[in-house]
């Protein structure tokens, strides 16, 4: 679940996020209806993981987190996992980037975290976007997890400079915003494919073992009220099947082990 903050006036640098800003300055429909899910559709998710005993991740935009207190609260309150995400959806890693620029981003962001009390060991970039420095400077900063690749269907470990790094496969084509938005499929395929990703990697885990199935739950997209019913398939789904465990990112990570075979 990515919480996250669009500027009406993003950069653009080096591109713009998914989700940022799409009208002149300044795009208020669009930054509204972003904030809606921050305010509403993130505490239909969070009652629909409660109503399937279910625990996730919960990814966070460091400039969001002295405005969300309460939301805060009632996440960690339920078990789910808090990461980090980045300082905000304008702050995007990439090739060209200049080393410093992001090495401050990475230590702004948990510097922030640490003043709200927190000490995340997931990490997600802006936009899942990476320098070819990130991996080194995200386990500097003390992350040990990562989700910003999905190279395999169970965690890979790679080595960095300061240690270990689990990289957690994250599903890109089993995201909510690009499956229902970009694509424009309807909350029944939505559910349907997450599903029979669900059969099929249950069927080869009895013969080949444990597999990562992740998706993402975008506040401003799941969590309107027209799609509550699909996304409340999608869990009971998942709670239903005793095959299943049902993870933060972490705890995947440290599950699977170092070796994530």
């Not at 795009?27 to 809606?36: G, P, S, V």
């Not at 597999?211 to 398939?233: C, E, H, N, W």
Request: overall charge negative.
């Amino acid at each position: 679940m990515p919480l996250e903050f669009f500027p009406l006036n993003p950069s653009g640098k080096p591109f713009k996020h998914p989700g940022a800003m799409v009208t002149p300055y300044p795009d208020l429909r669009h930054f509204t209806t972003r904030d809606y899910g921050n305010r509403v559709g993130v505490y239909r998710i969070l009652d629909g993981l409660a109503r399937h005993g279910l625990t996730a991740t919960f990814a966070i935009n460091a400039v969001l987190l002295d405005r969300v207190g309460p939301l805060l609260g009632e996440i960690a309150s339920a078990g789910h996992e808090i990461a980090a995400h980045g300082l905000s959806t304008d702050a995007i890693a990439w090739g060209g980037i200049n080393p410093q620029q992001e090495q401050a981003n990475i230590a702004a962001t948990r510097q922030m975290f640490a003043a709200a009390g927190l000490n995340p060991r997931t990490w997600l970039s802006p936009a899942r976007s990476q320098s070819f420095a990130t991996p080194d400077l995200i386990r500097q900063a003390g992350f040990d997890v990562c989700l910003d690749w999905e190279a395999d269907s169970v965690p890979v470990p790679i080595r960095t400079e300061h240690g270990g790094l689990s990289c957690v496969p994250l599903m890109n084509e089993l995201d909510d915003r690009k499956l229902l938005i970009d694509q424009r499929q309807s909350e029944t395929d939505w559910a349907t494919q997450i599903a029979e990703a669900r059969r099929l990697m249950v069927a080869e885990g009895a013969a080949s073992g444990a597999q990562v199935l992740s998706f993402t739950l975008t506040p401003y997209v799941t969590g309107l009220p027209f799609r509550i019913a699909a996304m409340d398939k999608v869990l009971g789904g998942l709670a239903d099947d005793p095959a299943v465990l049902v993870a933060g990112a972490a705890r995947v990570a440290d599950l699977f082990g170092d070796d994530c075979g």
